[in-house]
């Protein structure tokens, strides 16, 4: 029995090791470019750095990297909070009212947005957007907060579908209107999916580079950081270790973020399973 589970285990960690090689060997090029100089590249592209060179850093810092970043910061910090007061309540409503055939069809009609990709409707976008003349931070975040609703609403509906109604129920005999009940015993509940919501959407939104090249090209002022990094070559001429630095930095926050919210999961997931 042991000899099995041995060789088992052997068996899982040499499936393991080619994902483990694909996702840590990109993370290892790029930190260890962002850490060297351009000679030291030059001379040894897959060697690790003789020294911890921050000048590549410097040089990105000294330039228009903190608009850029601000503009990721306010895109995404205002997109996931208008989703996740906006989310949970349309989808309060859809589920404690499931058994009507509306609120029904709307759920299926929104949940078909999961299946059309962004590519299907990015012409018919950017011509509505542009002559609202919404190709701007605003006409970005309206867009974010659309295209959250199918995947928000699938997984905010099918969590409060394990919600009592009688929750509801005991609330309104306290004496609590439908919106108090939600804000007051429902919302609180949804602690667990509201983190999976929000660390979902702050993932996409930040890393996002299809709806900002859509509708934030027209000013350099608008860009974000995939932007600022897809237009890095114009600027620094394929500089790499400069480019690898402005990638790495432009990670950092959002892998900061995440790890972060990965704790609040499972604290929130033991939380909503104790009540």
């Not at 099995?4 to 060997?25: A, D, E, W």
């Not at 859809?94 to 055939?101: A, C, G, L, M, Q």
């Not at 970005?140 to 009592?164: A, D, E, H, R, T």
């Not at 001429?237 to 959002?254: G, T, V």
Request: proline share 5%; with cysteine.
């Amino acid at each position: 029995m042991r000899a099995t589970s041995l060789r088992q285990s052997l068996l899982q960690y040499i499936l393991l090791l080619p994902g483990i090689t694909v996702i840590i060997f990109p993370m290892y090029i790029t930190i260890t470019l962002a850490l060297k100089t351009p000679a030291e590249s030059a001379r040894s592209f897959f060697a690790l750095p003789s020294s911890l060179y921050l000048g590549n850093f410097a040089k990105v810092l000294e330039g228009e990297f903190w608009v850029y970043a601000t503009n990721s910061l306010i895109i995404t910090g205002v997109s996931v909070f208008l989703v996740v007061m906006i989310v949970p309540a349309v989808s309060f409503a859809v589920s404690r009212n499931f058994n009507k055939r509306y609120f029904k069809y709307l759920y299926y009609l929104m949940l078909t947005g999961i299946f059309i990709p962004f590519q299907v409707i990015m012409l018919p976008v950017l011509k509505h957007l542009s002559s609202m003349h919404l190709q701007n931070k605003v006409g970005i975040i309206i867009m974010y907060i659309v295209l959250s609703f199918s995947q928000g609403l699938f997984l905010c509906v099918g969590f409060l579908k394990n919600v009592p109604m009688e929750l509801d129920e005991a609330s309104r005999i306290d004496g609590c209107g439908i919106l108090r009940t939600f804000i007051r015993v429902i919302y609180p509940l949804m602690t667990p999916i509201i983190v999976t919501l929000v660390t979902l959407q702050s993932l996409w939104i930040w890393n996002d580079f299809a709806l900002p090249l859509v509708l934030l090209n027209s000013s350099p002022n608008y860009w974000t950081l995939p932007m600022f990094i897809y237009n890095f070559s114009n600027e620094y001429s394929f500089d790499y270790n400069l480019a690898f630095a402005a990638f790495l930095l432009s990670m950092l926050p959002i892998l900061a973020v995440y790890g972060f919210l990965q704790k609040r999961i499972i604290a929130g997931l033991t939380e909503g399973a104790i009540k």
